[in-house]
T-cell receptor, first 116, second 113 residues
């Protein structure tokens, strides 16, 4: 059963600490997306990658957020230093341009981040 | 800038009713539109995807329609059940090249037994 996995599922940290969230896209998918969901803003794109190359990270606060894909099976989103306003649920999604359903995105369960 | 709006924000119905959820978008130049379901504290489950060249898609009791020229989509749920209670999100993609989705804020549906 192919699915996107994310770790950790929950993270509580104190302001100023570094936070790293990880995502394993569905095997064979070549696009990976990071979204953030808050009550006020809903779901918003932070960054996305195609074939491990970053294509758009305009939704990300550059001074504290960074996103990378060290290899095709791992995407990371880091926040350093974290702030209370970063509290949200962070979703990873993946898709493939090489299959009949290439334009469909599949979402992971999310990481619920609380910054105190 | 593309904006996606979903009305109503919340909806409560008794079990068995047929219902319609609405989604509108400001720029008709979309590549496709996707409907998702989100249960509390969970991720997003894709329900239906409609390509810009299509008018509707069906899956079980769900039917999604797309009127690209008027910037609207509807999700029709037939014979609603308590298990349908969730938040339903509409999202559009602007072009083919694996670009990100732009989401509405969702309609939270509650179906009472």
């Amino acid at each position: 059963d192919a699915r996107v996995t994310q770790t950790p599922r929950h993270k509580v940290t104190e302001m100023g600490q570094e936070v790293t969230m990880r995502c394993q896209p569905i095997l064979g998918h070549n696009t990976v997306f990071w979204y953030r969901q808050t009550m006020m803003q809903g779901l918003e794109l932070l960054a996305y990658f195609r074939n491990r190359a970053p294509l758009d990270d305009s939704g990300m606060p550059k001074d504290r957020f960074s996103a990378e894909m060290p290899d095709a099976t791992l995407a990371t989103l880091k926040i350093q230093p974290s702030e209370p306003r970063d509290s949200a649920v962070y979703f990873c999604a993946s898709g493939s341009e090489r299959t009949p359903s290439y334009n469909e995105q599949f979402f992971g369960p999310g990481t619920r981040l609380t910054v105190l | 800038k593309q904006e996606v709006t979903q009305i109503p924000a919340a909806l409560s119905v008794p079990e068995g009713e047929n219902l319609v959820l609405n989604c509108s978008f400001t720029d008709s130049a979309i590549y496709n539109l996707q409907w998702f379901r989100q249960d509390p504290g969970k991720g997003l489950t894709s329900l239906l995807l409609i390509q810009s060249s299509q008018r509707e898609q069906t899956s079980g009791r769900l039917n999604a329609s797309l009127d690209k020229s008027s910037g609207r989509s509807t999700l029709y749920i037939a014979a609603s059940q308590p298990g349908d209670s969730a938040t339903y999100l509409c999202a559009v993609r602007l072009d083919q090249a694996g670009t990100a989705l732009i989401f509405g804020k969702g309609t939270t549906l509650s179906v009472s037994s």
